[in-house]
């Protein structure tokens, strides 16, 4: 059916995402309250979206029907109701059971199933919908992610007065790949009703330049992609993070001293390995595991003198894939305990559970060697949360050349986590490194970061969608 031409409302800058940037919580008395999230986009987008009052639409976490729009810490929140099929339909089934999967390489096969994409379709019709009601003439509009990338195209359709983005926060996979996905001439077009489309990484930018006209005809050139009778641009913005927050943080003596007491507390190892992942099949903690068992079991690590600390920060745990990733990964622990641990020592601590950033960073100040090897990502920010953190320029980064991050962070052992003799060689090499080597590694990605944190991330993409010809007058409180 045809989509009806709704009129504007008053917001000149909406952020739409599959969540609202606030969880809910309990406050001191035990009431429920709503905080804000932690994560660096909304971080990133606060300080822009308070000074512009900005509105944000996004899923509150439950299913069911809505609260009211609200104001919280000065951003103006839309809540979007989804019923419990829309949860099962949307949610777990079309985005984490087919896209994500799809879009990390396939590293576990992603399921296709026709009520799935119904039920994506309609919920993109939603968030469409709410956005074209509060959105102020020529307003720009920022959406975000895998969840909603038939919005864009929806969204031009019943406002083509709009300035639309589209950032996609994970990787965008190659042709042979993304062909699989019934919807996919669909999506093509949802994400190509966008002025600007903003990939992690030149490979995936690369991908969507080439699947738009291989798939759809598009005209492709160095300007950009000609479709449907309009410019669109494609490009590439790596995202990043608060480095000075990460900073501060790393600085706080109640973090430094917690990080002294988290090394006695392991028993004061020679060498303290550190992984921190959701409790996902793309992060490689299966491969990670068999590399440090071997690593022990060789000697070339000590077991005595070795501990490998592996958050596992609880993640979809609905979905099956998950459900099985977990057993594996906690017999995997269970079994390198029993073999090389003692009485009073381990050889893993396995935490499945969230900390807060403060036990985050005292935990990356402990860490003598981080493990980031996942076997797709999109970014990966727990890999520049640890360099920012390091601020004496020690330490020693492990990282996946699968990682969004590598094409920045290159000076960190790369490795390729499906080869282990290689993943094996790159932590042995890094537990092994000198306070020099390590500092001649840091010291670039640290200054790199620097100069490209989330600030600069989200102005960069918001300035060059702002830029792009505007098709309506703004309004006149802009
Ligand atoms: C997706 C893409 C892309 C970790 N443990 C806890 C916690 N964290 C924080 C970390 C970090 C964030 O969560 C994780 O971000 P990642 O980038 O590592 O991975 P994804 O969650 O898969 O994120 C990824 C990202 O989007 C951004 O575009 O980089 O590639 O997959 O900041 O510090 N936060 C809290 N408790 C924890 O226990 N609160």
């Known amino acids: 059916t045809a989509l009806t031409q709704v009129p504007g409302g008053t917001y000149d800058l909406i952020v739409l995402a599959n969540r609202l940037p606030v969880d809910h919580a309990v406050d001191e008395n035990g009431r429920p309250c709503r905080r804000r999230s932690p994560g660096g986009l909304v971080t990133a987008l606060h300080p822009i979206m308070k000074r512009r009052s900005g509105a944000w639409i996004g899923w509150h976490g439950r299913p069911g029907p809505a609260p009211a729009p609200f104001v919280h810490d000065g951003i103006h929140l839309h809540p979007i109701a989804l019923t419990g099929d829309e949860v099962d339909g949307y949610y777990e089934g079309q985005s984490n059971g087919t896209i994500w999967p799809l879009y990390h390489d396939a590293v576990e096969q992603p399921q296709f199933h026709r009520v799935w994409q119904d039920r994506y379709r309609a919920v993109n019709r939603r968030f469409a919908e709410a956005a074209a009601r509060v959105a102020a003439p020529g307003a720009l509009v920022w959406v975000h992610d895998y969840h909603l990338q038939l919005v864009p195209g929806m969204l031009r359709e019943l406002r083509p007065d709009l300035r639309i983005g589209f950032f996609l926060h994970i990787p965008f996979p190659p042709v042979e790949l993304f062909c699989q996905m019934p919807m996919r001439e669909e999506i093509m077009r949802g994400l190509l009703g966008a002025d600007l489309v903003g990939f992690q990484h030149p490979q995936a930018t690369r991908n969507f330049r080439t699947l738009a006209a291989d798939l759809l005809g598009a005209k492709v050139t160095d300007r950009g992609i000609w479709y449907d009778g309009r410019d669109v641009a494609a490009d590439t913005f790596p995202i990043s993070i608060d480095v000075a927050e990460q900073q501060r943080l790393a600085l706080d003596p109640a973090v430094r001293a917690r990080a002294a007491e988290i090394r006695r507390e392991l028993g004061d190892p020679r060498t303290i390995v550190l992984a921190v992942d959701r409790l996902d099949y793309t992060k490689g903690i299966e491969c990670r595991l068999r590399a440090y068992e071997e690593l022990l079991s060789e000697r070339r690590l000590d077991p005595a003198q070795t501990v490998l600390v592996q958050v596992a920060v609880p993640t979809r745990q609905q979905i099956d894939q998950y459900q099985a990733l977990r057993e594996r990964v906690e017999r995997a622990v269970s079994r390198i305990n029993g073999e090389y641990a003692g009485i009073g020592r381990l ?89 020099a080597e390590q500092r001649r590694r840091m010291d670039p990605m640290r200054a790199h970061l620097h100069a490209h944190d989330v600030n600069r991330w989200a102005t960069g993409f918001m300035g060059r969608l702002d830029r792009l010809s505007r098709r309506w007058p703004r309004s006149a409180a802009a």
């Not at 950033?357 to 860490?367: I, M, P, S, T, V």
């Not at 492990?398 to 390729?416: D, I, M, P």
């Not at 090499?429 to 000198?434: I, K």
Request: aromatic share 6%; proline share 2%.
């Open 347 to 435: 050889s893993v601590h396995y935490v499945h559970q969230s900390f807060d950033r403060a036990e985050l960073a005292a935990l990356y100040l402990a860490a003598d060697v981080m493990a980031v090897t996942p076997l797709r990502d999109g970014m990966n920010l727990v890999a520049k949360e640890y360099v920012a953190t390091r601020t004496d320029g020690t330490g020693a980064l492990v990282l996946s050349e699968f990682a969004g991050a590598a094409a920045e962070l290159e000076e960190a052992w790369q490795v390729n986590p499906h080869d282990i003799d290689g993943l094996k060689d790159g932590i042995a090499d890094a537990a092994e490194a000198d306070v």
